[in-house]
């Protein structure tokens, strides 16, 4: 029994670091279908990472321990994150342990190591990728707050287990509500996780840059962890997303036989969100960077009318 | 004093002044709103006239071309740089080059990046090249901001991405550019002086490689200069092929910067779109004309190959099917609200201080000045093809995005009457020997003006190629656009720029 557990909760941390990549190489192939582009194919993020791996970092003779710690830090705090999410079953050891608040200070602690680690060498890109970065973040965080808090209402706990048990037994059922924080839970991913309209993954122009930024400094295998832990958090984020608001196929019980359907839909979720991404990303320009805080007000304001339709009305 | 009228398709006059009248002239065509062209100079101490300062100044559609002796020792000029702000640059050039010192008041070096000594000028005759000086850079004074909260950001020459080497300083509060200073000069290559060494008619294959994005307009600009120097006359058919190269050129560049502009605004479709109709175009480029980009078309004295029948129908076509591409990416681009909001307004120009800088090309269009050379100085055949000029009063980077797609519009439409009346006969001359000493050649190339003078000793047959890229007079308007602008902007103003680094450079 509890060496079930232990070792549902060991395949889902190999499956969120192993299938990450391949998330990722399945939006861009997604983007470049839309963009009549061939593609690259779904196995390109796995060639980059190995190609990253076997190449020497150079780190500068400034930097301190922080800069050199901070790929392993992000890496940890994700795959910690992707633990403690109830992605195929909610009988996880570690997803009962905690809950949607301490898996929004995860992600948080993660922010706050990258953007030190940015500003550790005091180089101008460094310095603004991290102010940017923070500006993002502190505006992101609260509307994920309010995210979280609409379905916790309904369920009566933050805890992401009890919220996709609660959930999943209403069966399909339309909550105004849910539709309210779904789209702001949108918003506040493509934010996150330094997608477009936000910020540009694919830009190679250092001015621009917000995520990209904190990453110039960084190469081989430190570059390899930093690039690997992002895919791993859009992973989660989207894991988190189809826990609140599709928690449909999540095992509940003891039973084996009903994870390879759970890991399926897992898998039909994650390419259902990776293309709907990738549609976001071809059909929205890049925002200004001062409209960034008109979007994820927008994103808040969304968040708090979903706790109001669900607090006043009770739907 | 008095003007020779040049034997050129250009309206030119050329005279020797003095410092005096070098001034006067100059004062008075800045208060009839003159435009200065180009500022360079040669060393004609072989022809026994010194150090020798030229300027070429376009007032009231007459161009003027006056050469100033500067001596010989100690070689000095009266600046023009207060009244024409697009010669500052020039003139610390001039010096780096020239060891020609002038009045002005900035005297940080240009285009010197400590690759020679501070007494050496490579542009004299004399100067032997030594070893590469290994030397750290010297210090370059940028002129700073103060104030709470004001920082520097320090960008290139080397960036994150694989583009030019250009360095640009920052002083921003927050994101917002409080000020911006340019240095350039990191590909200079020596070009002026590989030319001198090079006989004339050989030096075109050299100057068409300058600036690849414009090599039909550089070697079209020096072939009309070599070909004043040669009393060559060129056969119609080969100025109308020119023509149909230079117009081929535009287009390919504004196709390709639309679809760059695209990718900067964060829209990737387009740039997809915009790169596939343009390396179409370039793929035919290839097949007809033997070179994707171009270079070696244009020689002195014509072309380098003829176009048939078949091919004739082909670019004729290819331009009915692009105008149609373009015109439905247009529409896309138009109404697509998130492009719009990070084009409108942003990096603006505003007329008068476009006019006051000596904006030239795509960029004074853009903010409602008209200068096309194609339609003030038209040369044929473009005198008889009534260019449009295509104007936009915005000045942002929304303006310059639409004077491209309206100049790929007209350029077809340019290419299709070409075509439809391509005279025949040979496509090429004998260029001859040269023998007179002054040449100019100038082409609307798609960045702006690109001129070509050639000075020459027909006793000892030495001469000096000087080659002006428009980004001269626009890199400094580079400087105002983004005042007030985010950082984060930067790179999409740039873009909508896109002025050359190696033809600044050179």
Redo the contacts between chains.
């Keep these: 029994m509890i060496m079930n557990l232990f070792v549902r909760q060991i395949v889902q941390i190999l499956l969120v670091i192993a299938m990450a990549p391949l998330l990722m190489g399945w939006i861009r192939q997604c983007r470049a279908w839309l963009a009549n582009r061939a593609g690259a194919g779904l196995l390109q993020p796995y060639r980059e990472l190995s190609k990253l791996l076997r190449k020497q970092p150079i780190v500068a003779h400034e930097a301190s321990p922080l800069f050199v710690a901070t790929p392993y830090i992000l890496f940890t705090t994700m795959v910690v994150a992707g633990a403690m999410v109830p992605m195929t079953t909610t009988r996880l050891p570690l997803a009962g342990v905690s809950d949607a608040v301490a898996l929004a200070g995860v992600f948080a602690l993660a922010r706050i190591f990258a953007a030190l680690a940015a500003m550790d060498l005091g180089t101008a890109f460094g310095s603004m990728g991290a102010r940017r970065a923070m500006l993002v973040g502190f505006l992101a965080e609260p509307a994920l707050l309010m995210v979280l808090f609409t379905p916790a209402m309904i369920s009566g706990s933050t805890s992401l287990v009890v919220i996709v048990r609660q959930l999943a037994r209403h069966g399909i059922i339309l909550y105004p509500s849910m539709a309210f924080a779904a789209a702001a839970y949108v918003m506040v991913t493509l934010a996150e996780n330094a997608r477009l309209p936000v910020d540009n993954p694919d830009t190679h122009l250092e001015l621009t840059m917000i995520h990209e930024a904190l990453n110039l400094e960084y190469s081989g295998r430190h570059l390899a962890l930093i690039e690997w832990s992002v895919a791993i958090k859009l992973f989660v984020y989207i894991g988190i997303g189809a826990a609140l608001f599709f928690p449909w196929g999540i095992t509940q019980g003891h039973d084996l036989a009903a994870l390879p359907i759970a890991y399926a839909l897992l898998l039909a979720k994650l390419a259902a969100a990776g293309a709907g991404l990738a549609v976001i990303e071809t059909v929205f320009a890049k925002l200004r960077l001062f409209r960034v805080p008109e979007f994820l007000g927008t994103a808040f304001l969304l968040a708090v009318l979903g706790l109001l339709v669900r607090y006043l009305f009770g739907h | 004093m008095s003007w020779m009228r040049l034997s050129s398709p250009l309206p030119i006059h050329h005279a020797w002044v003095d410092s005096a009248l070098w001034r006067a002239l100059a004062v008075q065509w800045h208060c009839e709103d003159g435009q200065l062209i180009a500022l360079w100079g040669s060393d004609e101490r072989p022809a026994g006239l010194g150090f020798v300062v030229h300027a070429v100044i376009i007032c009231a559609d007459k161009w003027h071309w006056i050469s100033l002796r500067a001596g010989i020792d100690n070689p000095r000029f009266p600046a023009l740089s207060d009244l024409f702000p697009a010669a500052a640059r020039q003139e610390r050039a001039l010096f780096d080059l020239l060891g020609i010192a002038c009045d002005a008041g900035d005297t940080r070096s240009w285009l010197r990046h400590d690759a020679w000594g501070p007494a050496d000028f490579p542009l004299r005759r004399d100067f032997t090249e030594g070893p590469p000086t290994t030397s750290a850079d010297q210090p370059y004074p940028f002129i700073s901001v103060r104030g709470n909260g004001v920082h520097?950001?320090?960008?290139g020459p080397i960036?994150?991405?694989?583009i030019e080497p250009g360095h640009f300083r920052f002083s921003v509060v927050?994101?917002e550019i409080l000020r911006l200073e340019e240095r350039l000069g990191y590909t200079h290559k020596g070009v002026a002086k590989r030319l001198e060494g090079m006989p004339l008619r050989d030096g075109g294959r050299l100057a068409g490689r300058i600036c690849a994005d414009s090599t039909a307009a550089y070697a079209g600009a020096y072939a009309m200069a070599v070909e004043m120097v040669c009393a060559c006359a060129v056969p119609p058919r080969a100025l109308w092929l020119r023509a149909l190269l230079w117009e081929r050129e535009r287009i390919a560049n504004h196709l390709g910067d639309l679809g760059a502009l695209c990718q900067?605004?964060?829209?990737?479709?387009g740039?997809?779109?915009f790169g596939?109709l343009k390396e179409r175009w370039i793929q035919t480029h290839g097949r007809l004309f033997g070179h994707r980009y171009l270079m070696d078309m244009i020689v002195p004295g014509g072309v380098a190959r003829d176009l048939d029948a078949t091919a004739i129908a082909l670019l004729d076509s290819e331009c009915t099917t692009l105008v149609a591409a373009t015109r439905h990416l247009q529409y896309i681009v138009d109404d697509?609200a998130?492009?719009q909001?990070?084009f409108l307004g942003t990096g603006r120009l505003a007329e008068a201080q476009a006019r006051a800088l000596g904006a030239v090309g795509l960029a004074a269009r853009a903010s409602g000045v008209s200068c096309d050379l194609r339609v003030s100085a038209p040369t044929p055949p473009y005198d008889i093809l009534n260019t449009q000029i295509s104007l936009h009063h915005g000045g942002d980077v929304a303006a310059r995005v639409a004077v491209r797609f309206e100049e790929i519009y007209e350029s077809a439409r340019l290419i299709r009457t070409l075509l439809a009346a391509l005279p025949t006969g040979p496509v090429r001359a004998d260029c001859g020997r040269p023998e007179g000493s002054l040449g100019l050649g100038a082409v609307e190339g798609w960045r702006g003006l690109i001129l070509v003078a050639v000075t020459r000793a027909p006793d000892t047959d030495s001469h000096h190629v000087h080659i002006h890229d428009p980004s001269w007079q626009n890199w400094p308007l580079l400087e105002h656009a983004v005042l007030g602008d985010?950082?984060?902007?930067?790179?999409?103003i740039n873009k909508s720029f896109n002025l050359a680094y190696s033809g600044h450079d050179q």
């Design positions: 520097e950001i320090a960008v960036h994150a991405g694989t927050g994101d900067d605004g964060g829209l990737a479709f740039h997809t779109q596939l697509h998130g492009l909001e990070r985010l950082v984060p902007d930067f790179p999409l």
